[in-house]
């Protein structure tokens, strides 16, 4: 059992855990994600380390609230223990030699482009930061990307917080203005990074996208996170969750991810019902 030592609610739909994983937090990499199982009956999903402290021994997980199993979830609080935690899984991100990079976050994606973020600065990279929400009721870890970033933009669809528009936005003022990156880093809904990647792609910018928004068991055996990389299909928990954004195909992996949209809603309306009766 891993003990669940903090909780915090960063948004009416995304939530923050502290878990006591001292073997998972001792080799955690930016970009990686473990495999946890609420209880002995429940299933397993995959989220990404949102950040690990090696001293405490504990790993960071930051989920949104669209399922049966994070519903079970975000019932649990501090004190309480959950089943399963496995990790660190995945390919980490690839940082290394770079000196001025470009992070794009959207929504809870944000939760996977922070530690990316946080270890580039450490490492003495130039770091600006373009994150993106609905709205300003919907904002998360502003305060840490400000901490992590040389330049933070802040963007909402409505124009209640920061600057209204979408996080392409800033992206096309910055290439217009003639500026350059080693790399852009994007993380968020797919229609977001398919965006992204066309915005960068006149630049010839190296462009790594994060497809973590379609993992569904983590290890490749449903088949859910098939996608089409360079012609060629990959898994995003086994060969991923990093690739280069040129060459994956947006539109089929959108195609797919509707596809267990109905029986997800299912099982979350069912799980609500069972805890309101209890």
Not at 50 to 74: E, H, M, P, S, W
Not at 131 to 159: C, H, N, P, Q
């Amino acid at each position: 059992m891993f003990k669940i030592v903090n909780k915090k609610p960063l948004n009416p739909t995304v939530t923050l855990m502290d878990i006591e994983a001292p073997l998972v937090a001792a080799k955690a990499r930016p970009g990686q994600f473990i495999i946890l199982r609420v209880d002995a009956d429940g299933e397993r999903i995959p989220l990404t380390v949102a950040g690990c402290d090696t001293d405490a021994g504990t790993v960071r997980i930051i989920f949104q609230i669209v399922g049966a199993t994070t519903y079970k979830l975000n019932q649990k609080e501090a004190g309480d223990s959950i089943q399963d935690f496995v990790g660190p899984l995945g390919t980490p991100t690839e940082i290394e030699g770079l000196k001025k990079v470009c992070i794009v976050g959207g929504g809870v994606g944000c939760a996977i482009a922070l530690p990316i973020a946080e270890a580039l600065h450490k490492m003495g990279c130039e770091v600006t930061s373009v994150i993106g929400f609905r709205s300003k009721d919907l904002l998360i870890l502003e305060d840490e990307f400000k901490a992590a970033s040389d330049k933070l933009y802040v963007m909402t669809d409505d124009g209640s917080y920061g600057r209204q528009g979408n996080v392409c936005v800033p992206l096309n003022e910055m290439f217009a203005a003639g500026e350059t990156f080693d790399k852009v880093i994007t993380i968020g809904p797919l229609i977001m990074m398919k965006f992204v990647v066309a915005a960068v792609k006149p630049t010839g910018i190296p462009c790594t996208v994060s497809m973590n928004p379609i993992m569904i068991d983590g290890t490749g055996m449903c088949g859910g996170c098939r996608l089409v990389v360079g012609g060629k299909t990959k898994f995003a928990c086994v060969d991923g969750p990093d690739f280069d954004g040129y060459e994956v195909d947006f539109d089929s992996a959108m195609e797919r991810g509707t596809m267990f949209r109905d029986f997800e809603r299912h099982a979350y309306e069912e799980t609500c019902n069972l805890f309101k009766k209890q």
